[in-house]
C-alpha cells in the first residue's frame, strides 16, 4: 500500500532529550516536509526536502533539525525539545520536486514536552 | 499583520447551500495557491491548485484568485454533511518555496 509512514504516533518526552521522529514513503516521491499543527495557529511548515541531500527551511525552523540521505526517509530530530514543541507533527510526500503539487500526508504524530 | 488570514470559523450551513471559505494574503509574490481539506484526526489532502489568478473548477468545488485584492475562495455547491471538516489554504511565491498555511476554517454542513 502506498503511504506515508510516521514512528511514533505518540511520544511524551522531557525538556533536553533528545529524540527523533522518523517519516518513510514507499512511493518514490521527490518532494518530502515536515509539518506542525497546533490550535489557533494552524498548520506550519518546518523544513522541506525536494530532493536528496536538499533541505531548506520552511516557516518556523528553530530547534528542529533534518536530514534527507536517502529518497524515502526524512527524519526530524529535535536536539533539546521544549515545552513549546510539544505539537501534532505531519510528515508529507509528493511526487514532484515541489510542495505546490499534492502532497500525501502521513498519520500525525502526536508530541509532548513535558 | 500575518501573511495569510482566514477566519477559524465554525460556519455552519445546511445541507445542500452553497459555501464560501475565504482568505486573504498580504505577500504579494504569491502566485500558488492551494486549498486543502483535513478531517477530523488525519492528515490534510489537497482539495484544489491554482496559479496566479482566475478560476478553477472541480466538480462541486471552485476556487477563485484575485491577486488585485489579494483574495481567494473556496465554493462548495451542493453541500453535503461529508463536507463537514477543515478547509485550510495554504501559497507559495514559487515552486521550490516554504509553503505558507492559513488557520483553516471548520465547516459543519447541518443534514
Known amino acids: 500500500e502506498a503511504q506515508v509512514t510516521q514512528n511514533p504516533r505518540y511520544l511524551i518526552t522531557v525538556t533536553g532529550k533528545k529524540l527523533t521522529v522518523t517519516c518513510s514513503q514507499n512511493m518514490n516521491h521527490e518532494y518530502m516536509s515536515w509539518y506542525r499543527q497546533d490550535p489557533g495557529l494552524g498548520l506550519r511548515q518546518i523544513y522541506y526536502s525536494m530532493n536528496v541531500e536538499v533541505t531548506d527551511k520552511g516557516d518556523v525552523p528553530e530547534g528542529y533539525k533534518v536530514s534527507r540521505k536517502e529518497k524515502r526517509n526524512f527524519p526530524l530530530i529535535l536536539e533539546s525539545p521544549s515545552p513549546n514543541q510539544t505539537s501534532l507533527y505531519f510528515c508529507a510526500s509528493s511526487p514532484s520536486t515541489s510542495g505546490t503539487d499534492t502532497q500525501y500526508f502521513g498519520p500525525g504524530t502526536r508530541l509532548t514536552v513535558l | 499583520q500575518k501573511e495569510v488570514e482566514q477566519d477559524p470559523g465554525p460556519l455552519s450551513v445546511p445541507e445542500g447551500a452553497i459555501v464560501s471559505l475565504n482568505c486573504t494574503y498580504s505577500?504579494?509574490?504569491?502566485?500558488?495557491f492551494m486549498w486543502y481539506r483535513q478531517y477530523s484526526r488525519k492528515g490534510p489532502e489537497l482539495l484544489m491548485y491554482t496559479y496566479s489568478s482566475g478560476n478553477k473548477e472541480d466538480g462541486r468545488f471552485t476556487a477563485q484568485v484575485d491577486k488585485s485584492s489579494k483574495y481567494i475562495s473556496l465554493f462548495i455547491r451542493d453541500s453535503q454533511p461529508s463536507d463537514s471538516a477543515t478547509y485550510l489554504c495554504?501559497?507559495?511565491?514559487?515552486?521550490?518555496?516554504?509553503?505558507?498555511f492559513g488557520k483553516g476554517t471548520r465547516l459543519h454542513i447541518l443534514p
Open positions: 495554504a501559497m507559495s511565491a514559487n515552486r521550490d518555496d516554504k509553503i505558507i
Open positions: 505577500n504579494s509574490a504569491f502566485q500558488y
